[in-house]
């Protein structure tokens, strides 16, 4: 049963520059393609004549949102101008690189970047998120480096949605199918439940490498002569279902099937390909280098010359094709995954293909770079591309998007949450600790993270479900980074530019609770539609919050991505801003892990607590409220906060620091007793008195630049001197007290299989209520694996 | 016993992995004459009665909703076997 259509025959109506400069008034699918008339007219402007339809397919796709940033380049620009001579001392590669290069120190640099498989990852969620995955890892590796952890921000829509279960599964076992088969250990991210991503959900990936400094690799073909060779996976027709468009003109009904819209990923053909690719860095026969993801050979061939001020002359026909079917646009627009291009003097070719041929790997040589700045492709005799590529890769269109402040943001802020009724009584609190730290959202995210390998690669210092990520760069010295993300798409909805300052102030603040210095920012700012005047409101206020945050922190944006049009039905998703923070540590046996591991130490809790409900997670779960205005963000008090514990980190002083965030102190003291199952007695008196605030304030607020530090006892007087002397609020809340035998392995309580639990461990919160470990590990851990597991 | 057999394929115009890897290793063992190899799969649905054509026609349902994924993969037939 032949249900697609084998054409072995060359298409023989090419549509060459020649047939295009005779036939000036052909029509074009320029608006199927997603072009608007004057992007068609200034293409016909830049080549002085209409386009082929393989120029049109390059184009289209380098024009479009996605490749050319057109919405948010006059926004981003803010991320390389704010900022200080300081702030570059440690950056060796900024903005505009697949990926920002940070030199950590001992001739060692990581880079990092999160990127947005949003959509794809809806319509066919394991493949979508798995080449999510497999993408991202490109990216660090076309740097030079080796990926060594790889982290997902995922947000779904309300778990009791029928559809939310088919997205859930799917995207989780494409991360841990993809990651765990490539061996990069998962060692963070984030989980959240949010009926706006209800028909959108959000899957972001973040990866790191590390390189030594002479390793770093740029995407640019420079000198004329150097071969331009495609390597890896054939090209097939994944990912090109936008472009069917092209061939249905080009072609007759009887011409190529309707393609798919979605790629299918391999990881083992990764992984052939990162080790594949390590050892021609090393043997240095590569002079630039470049991934093939979104856009293709499009995007590769263009963005190499134009990032080398050259140009390049490309023979389509000696690309390797899975589907020999394909037409040339097709195979320039194609995604087939796990494909590199790389840029090689002509003297290094004989030991490029020894090198690939040993890994198994197919190789082509497309073709050549030149001197002229133009980008030459032939299919065949017949040149089907003429075009600079500049205007292809990096001079598209720039929007200047009408900007609206949103009519209802006025209404949203006025409805504080100060109206909410809060409990009056012990008993009514105790109910609505439980309801919050059982919420899908604060519900231990184990049985999403239990799936994805933590530890593989044996580097791995802290994993989820601590507050940041730490792995070790260097085996000799203990060098190694700590990486965090954050997001509150709550947050966001009510103030962007606060929403985005606060995911900053608390990324930080989980790169410093680990003991690391945060040193690099990157960001995947996921939107709606940037033709609402008031999504461009949020973006526009977001990037602000974020840029001027940076500044304030003194720490660089690196790079990152821009997911627009998200959205369920018409409605937009509240503005979702990842950002992730990177931070150093100069040896990983002197970090601070999350959670009490010994009893009688005493509990502290640094920073001020106010009164500052509007948007929280009690807000949202007890009343399903939101509105008023979100916490206030004190960068500089976020800075000294951030030295404070790395001093104290240094001179060993803190047994335990874990950040408080959504869900307040209650959500941080139930996370901090079941890390390693010691439990607590602890008391509110002294943060209600010093605040001036009530049980619920005290319990539920999410103030910013809190953290909840145990001390040995015999480090405290050293310890409270400490924080003082640098102004740090410290308030001692409660002592460790009693250890539980929890099922699981340590460090990994799961949902309430506690075992042989012959102890007494108690989380005791005087005057509000006192649970045993295993009640709190029930509640806590087994929300997640009864909705879907 | 009667029984219907759904057969389902990756799409002809996606990557499939664990075709291509079959075919890579039959190719190290010398069987250079197989070009391509691709990996779908067979699903056998049993009956204690005659199959009738409303089972046929519910199996090709049941077969494109529930046992493929209509964005990767294809039903490429429905059979019966008495």
Redesign the interface.
């Known amino acids: 049963m032949a249900l697609f259509k084998k054409g072995s025959a060359a298409p023989s109506n090419v549509d060459t520059t020649a047939n295009a400069a005779a036939t000036p008034e052909k029509h074009q699918p320029w608006k199927e393609l997603g072009l608007k008339e004057d992007e068609y007219a200034r293409i016909r402007e830049i080549l002085g004549r209409r386009p082929t339809s393989a120029e049109l397919a390059m184009y289209s796709v380098m024009w479009s949102e996605h490749c050319s940033y057109k919405s948010s380049k006059i926004y981003l620009r803010q991320f390389g101008e704010k900022v200080t001579d300081a702030m570059r001392e440690h950056l060796m590669v900024g903005m505009g690189e697949n990926a920002g290069v940070v030199d950590i120190g001992e001739g060692w640099a990581v880079t990092f970047k999160v990127e947005s498989h949003n959509h794809p990852s809806y319509i066919e969620p394991f493949q979508g998120a798995a080449t999510g995955v497999g993408g991202i890892v490109r990216d660090i590796l076309t740097m030079g480096a080796r990926p060594i952890a790889v982290m997902d921000q995922l947000r779904f829509g309300d778990v009791s949605h029928p559809d939310t279960a088919r997205v859930v599964h799917g995207v989780v076992s494409g991360i841990s199918f993809y990651g765990n088969c490539l061996g990069l250990p998962n060692i963070g991210g984030e989980t959240v439940f949010d009926k706006v991503y209800q028909g959108n959900p959000l899957v972001n990936a973040l990866s790191v490498g590390a390189l030594r400094h002479e390793d770093l690799k740029l995407a640019k073909a420079s000198n004329p002569g150097d071969q331009v060779i495609l390597f890896g996976a054939r090209t097939g027709a994944d990912g090109i279902g936008g472009v069917s468009v092209l061939a249905s003109e080009t072609f007759d009904a009887d011409g190529p099937s309707r393609r798919p819209a979605v790629q299918v990923g391999d990881p083992f053909a990764e992984k052939v390909l990162i080790e594949c690719c390590l050892e021609l860095y090393a043997a240095g026969v590569v002079a630039g280098i470049q991934d093939l993801g979104g856009a293709g050979l499009s995007c590769a061939t263009s963005e190499l010359a134009s990032n080398g001020q050259a140009g390049m002359r490309v023979q389509l026909r000696n690309v390797l094709l899975r589907d020999e079917s394909l037409t040339p646009e097709e195979i320039l627009m194609s995604e087939s995954q796990e494909r590199m291009m790389a840029i090689v003097p002509k003297r290094d070719v004989a030991a490029f293909t020894a090198i690939v041929d040993k890994w198994e790997v197919e190789h082509s040589v497309l073709g050549e770079v030149i001197r002229e700045p133009r980008l030459y492709i032939n299919w065949g005799d017949e040149e089907i591309v003429n075009v600079p590529p500049r205007t292809v890769a990096h001079d598209g269109p720039v929007y200047e998007r009408p900007v609206a402040y949103p009519a209802w943001i006025d209404a949203l802020n006025a409805d504080s949450s100060a109206r909410l009724p809060r409990a009056v009584d012990a008993a009514a609190l105790a109910e609505q600790i439980v309801e919050v730290v059982s919420s899908p959202n604060q519900a231990s995210k184990n049985w999403i993270t239990n799936q994805y390998d933590h530890y593989v690669g044996g580097n791995t210092a802290l994993a989820m479900p601590d507050d940041g990520g730490m792995v070790r760069v260097s085996e000799e010295t203990g060098l190694g980074i700590s990486i965090a993300t954050d997001a509150n798409g709550r947050y966001g909805q009510l103030d962007p530019y606060a929403g985005a300052q606060l995911a900053l102030a608390e990324a930080y603040r989980n790169v410093a609770v680990t003991g690391a210095t945060p040193m690099a920012v990157t960001n995947c700012l996921n939107f709606g539609s940037p033709e609402n005047p008031e999504v461009m409101w949020q973006f526009k206020q977001a990037t602000a919050g974020l840029a001027d945050g940076c500044l304030a922190l003194g720490i660089p944006v690196t790079g990152g991505n821009v997911s627009f049009y998200n959205q369920t039905g018409d409605v937009a998703i509240h503005p979702t801003p990842v950002v992730g923070v990177l931070g150093v540590i100069d040896d990983v046996a002197r970090r601070i892990p999350s959670g009490w591991q010994d009893e009688g130490h005493n509990i502290y809790l640094l920073g001020t607590t106010r009164d500052e409900l509007d948007g929280s997670v009690w807000a949202g779960v007890i009343h399903d409220h939101l509105g008023g205005k979100p916490p206030v963000v004190d960068l500089a008090f976020e800075l000294s906060l951030a030295s404070a514990l790395n001093a104290a980190s240094e001179q060993g002083l803190i047994a335990s620091a874990h950040d408080l965030s959504e869900g307040g102190l209650a959500q941080a003291l139930v996370e901090s007793v079941l890390r390693f199952g010691v439990g607590a007695r602890v008391w509110l008196d002294e943060i209600k008195q010093v605040g001036g605030i009530d049980d619920t304030a005290a319990l539920f607020s999410e103030s910013t630049g809190r953290v909840l530090v145990s001390v040995g006892r015999e480090d405290d007087v050293k310890f409270v001197g400490l924080c003082e002397a640098r102004g740090i609020p410290v308030l001692r809340i409660g002592v460790t007290d009693g250890r539980a035998v929890l099922g699981g392995s340590a460090g990994s309580p799961s949902g309430g299989t506690a075992s042989g639990d012959g102890t007494d461990a108690r989380l005791e919160i005087q005057g509000v209520a006192s649970w045993s470990l295993t009640e709190l590990a029930g509640v806590h851990g087994g929300t997640l694996a009864e909705l879907f597991g | 016993m009667p029984k219907i057999i759904v057969e389902v394929m ?8 664990a075709g ?2 079959v075919n ?1 290793a039959l190719h190290r063992n010398g069987h250079s004459e197989i070009t391509n190899v691709r990996i779908g799969k067979r699903i056998e649905l049993h009956f204690d009665r005659a199959v009738t054509d409303d089972d046929i026609a519910a199996a090709t349902k049941i077969g494109e909703d529930f046992l493929s ?1 209509a ?2 993969e ?1 039903v ?2 429905v059979t019966v076997e008495n």
């Open positions: 990756p799409k002809a115009d996606l990557l499939d992995p291509k890897a890579n994924n964005v990767i294809d490429v037939s």
